[in-house]
C-alpha cells in the first residue's frame, strides 16, 4: 500500500456527467474591457483565434440617474467591436450602483431588482452575450465585510441565492436559452457551495463557477469529487471563469495541464484569467506589449488541438496523467520515465514546437502526443515505472490508514474536512484532526501541532512493503518562514528510527537505499520542533525502486 492510497483513487474521479459527455470545455479569457479598452490586445488575440471573452459592463458606468443607458466610452461599448469580430461572451455582474445600497453589491430586494433588471437591458443590447455569470468570489471574507453582506455563511448564500434567482429570471426572460453561471465560489470550498445549493441555487442556474487558484491541476478532480457529493452537483455542469498563475516559466504546461484535468472533470467552460495584464502578477495570454506570450501559444495549441473533443483519461497508473482528446492526441505528465513513440507518431511540446528524443515525460510539462490511436502500450510506450508511491499524487482525500496523526505512540485518525466550513481554514477539501483544529493536512502539504513541548502531534505517511524491496526515499520540505523554530522529519522502518532532522528552511532529503521485507512498514514522521507555531510545511515524499 502507497504513501496516503485510497482504494480507487484513480477509478471514479470527478463524477458528473458520464463519461461519454466530456469534451474539451469551451475556451476564453477573462479579459477587463470595462475597465480598460485595448484594441491592440484584442487584435493580437483574434491572430490565434481567442474570440471567448468574460467580462463585465460596469453597471454605474453606464446607467444613469433616470434610468437611461449610456454606452460613451469604448469601456462600455466594446462588446459591439467583439461582435464585429465574430466573438462570443460571458456577461459578469457583479457590482453595484450609487442609487442601490449604497453602492455596494445589492442586498435588498428593490437593488436586486434593479441589478437582474439591468443586466438584461445588456443582454438586449449585446446578441454576443451568450452567458451570464451572476457574482465574483462572494465567498470571499473580504467581499462581505467590503460589501455589508452577512459573514455568516448560510446567510451570505441565501442572500446571494436571491439575487441569482432575479437575475436569472430577467436574463431568462429577455434571453430564452441564456446559459446562467452561478456559484460565486472562489477556490473549491463545498461548504460554501452546501450553503448556496441548500439555499435553492441549484433551480436558477446551468452551471456552477469555480475560480481554483488553490488548487494544482493534479488535485482539482479529486477535489471536484468532493464537491459532486453536494446535493444538487452531482450531475451539474462546472465553469471555471478564473484560472491562472504568477510563474511564467511554469504557466504554459500549467494551463495545458488544468485544461485536460478540467475536462476529466465535467466542466464545460474555461477561462484564463488574465487576457492581458492587470497589474497583479498572473501571466496574461498577451503580453504588455502586445505580443503573444508562451501562455497565449499554449491556449492557441489547446483551441487548435483540443477544445471541444471528446476525452477519456487514460491514465495508467497514480503517477502519470493522460488525457486523450478525439482519436489522434494525447496529453501525457508525470513521474520522469523514458518514451517510446511508433513512426506515425510526434510528440511536441506545449508551444507546439517537436521534442527531439530522448522523449522523457515530466511532472510539470506535459507531452502532447499526435498521430492515429494513439494508445499507451500501441503507438506510445512507457519506460518502466520506478515510483512506488508518492503523497502527492495518491493523497487520500477521503482519510484512511496511511497518513495519521501520531500522540505518545497512539495512532489517531484524520478525517476529511469540506474547506471553508469555519474562519481560518482552508478553502479546498482537506484532512483535519478532531481534537485539534490547527493540525490540517492537504496535497502537498502538512501541519503538525503540539501540546506542549514534550507533547507533540506528528503526522505520520506510511508506506507497507508489499513484497521484499530496496527503496529509494526523496523528501521535498519547506517549512514556512513563519515557523517559530522549525519542523522535525524522522525515517523509521517497523517503528524504530533511521534517521531524523530539524528543518528551518526548504531542503530535500532523502535515503537511497532503505531494505525492506514483504510487510514491514516505513514512516516518514513530521513533527514540530518545541512549538507548532507557523509550523506549516510543503510537503512531498516520493519512493522509488532503487536502482
Not at 218 to 230: D, G, H, M, P
Not at 244 to 263: E, I
Not at 395 to 420: K, M, Y
Amino acid at each position: 500500500m502507497g504513501i496516503g492510497l485510497a482504494s480507487g483513487l484513480v477509478a471514479g474521479l470527478g463524477g458528473g456527467p458520464a463519461m461519454a459527455e466530456l469534451r474539451g470545455p469551451k475556451l476564453g479569457a477573462a479579459s477587463n474591457f470595462g475597465q480598460s479598452w485595448q484594441p491592440e490586445a484584442v487584435a493580437a488575440g483574434a491572430d490565434i483565434g481567442i474570440l471567448r471573452f468574460r467580462d463585465e459592463v460596469i453597471w454605474n458606468h453606464v446607467e444613469q440617474a433616470d434610468g437611461t443607458l449610456a454606452f460613451s466610452s469604448p469601456r462600455e461599448s466594446y462588446p459591439r467591436v467583439l461582435a464585429g469580430r465574430g466573438a462570443a461572451m460571458t456577461l459578469l455582474g457583479y457590482t453595484g450602483h450609487p442609487a442601490h445600497d449604497g453602492g455596494r453589491a445589492p442586498r435588498t430586494t428593490d437593488g436586486q431588482a434593479a441589478f437582474a433588471s439591468y443586466h438584461a437591458r445588456i443582454l438586449r443590447a449585446f446578441p454576443l452575450i451568450d452567458a451570464i455569470e451572476v457574482g465574483n468570489e462572494y465567498n470571499s471574507h473580504d467581499f462581505a465585510s467590503t460589501q455589508g453582506w452577512p459573514g455568516d455563511m448560510a446567510a451570505r448564500a441565501r442572500v446571494y441565492v436571491d439575487l441569482l434567482a432575479r437575475t436569472a429570471a430577467a436574463a431568462r426572460a429577455e434571453r430564452p436559452g441564456i446559459t446562467v453561471l452561478g456559484g460565486a465560489a472562489h477556490s473549491v470550498p463545498v461548504a460554501w457551495a452546501r450553503a448556496v445549493m441548500a439555499a435553492g441555487a441549484g433551480a436558477h442556474m446551468d452551471a456552477f463557477v469555480l475560480h481554483p487558484y488553490t488548487t494544482a491541476p493534479e488535485q482539482f478532480r479529486r477535489q471536484v469529487a468532493v464537491l459532486r457529493r453536494v446535493p444538487g452537483l452531482a450531475d451539474m455542469p462546472l465553469a471555471v471563469t478564473e484560472f491562472g498563475t504568477k510563474d511564467a516559466t511554469a504557466a504554459p504546461g500549467y494551463l495545458v495541464r488544468y485544461y485536460c484535468q478540467m475536462a476529466l472533470a465535467g466542466v464545460t467552460r474555461a477561462d484564463w484569467y488574465p487576457f492581458s495584464p492587470r497589474g497583479d502578477g498572473l501571466v496574461p495570454l498577451v503580453g504588455a506589449d502586445g505580443a503573444i506570450t508562451a501562455t497565449g501559444a499554449a491556449w492557441a495549441l489547446i483551441l487548435a488541438r483540443l477544445e471541444g473533443r471528446p476525452v477519456r483519461d487514460v491514465a495508467p497508473d497514480a503517477f502519470t496523467y493522460a488525457c486523450r482528446f478525439g482519436e489522434d492526441t494525447l496529453v501525457i505528465w508525470g513521474a520522469p520515465r523514458a518514451v517510446t513513440l511508433g513512426p506515425d507518431h510526434v510528440a511536441l511540446d506545449v508551444l507546439g514546437r517537436p521534442v527531439a528524443a530522448p522523449v522523457v515525460l515530466d511532472r510539470a510539462d506535459p507531452l502532447v502526443i499526435i498521430g492515429p490511436d494513439p494508445r499507451l502500450g500501441g503507438g506510445v510506450r512507457l519506460g518502466p515505472q520506478r515510483v512506488l508511491a508518492d503523497s502527492f499524487d495518491q493523497f487520500p482525500q477521503e482519510g484512511g490508514p496511511d497518513v495519521f496523526v501520531r500522540r505518545a505512540g497512539a495512532a489517531l485518525p484524520l478525517v476529511p474536512r469540506p474547506g471553508q466550513e469555519a474562519d481560518g481554514v482552508p478553502w479546498t477539501p482537506y484532512l483535519g484532526f478532531d481534537d485539534d483544529g490547527s493540525l490540517r493536512v492537504g496535497a502537498g502539504w502538512a501541519r503538525p501541532s503540539a501540546w506542549g513541548p514534550d507533547d507533540p502531534l506528528e503526522i505520520v505517511y506510511r508506506y507497507t512493503a508489499p513484497a521484499d524491496l530496496l527503496v529509494e526515499v526523496e523528501i521535498g520540505a519547506a517549512p514556512s518562514e513563519a515557523s517559530e523554530d522549525g519542523v522535525t522529519l524522522a525515517l523509521e522502518r517497523d517503528g524504530r528510527e533511521l534517521s531524523r532532522r530539524l528543518l528551518t528552511r526548504p531542503d530535500r532529503l532523502g535515503a537511497r537505499a532503505v531494505p525492506l521485507r514483504a510487510g514491514q512498514v516505513l514512516d516518514i514522521v513530521l513533527g514540530p520542533n518545541r512549538n507548532a507555531t507557523g509550523d506549516h510545511t510543503d510537503l512531498r515524499i516520493t519512493l522509488r525502486r532503487a536502482e
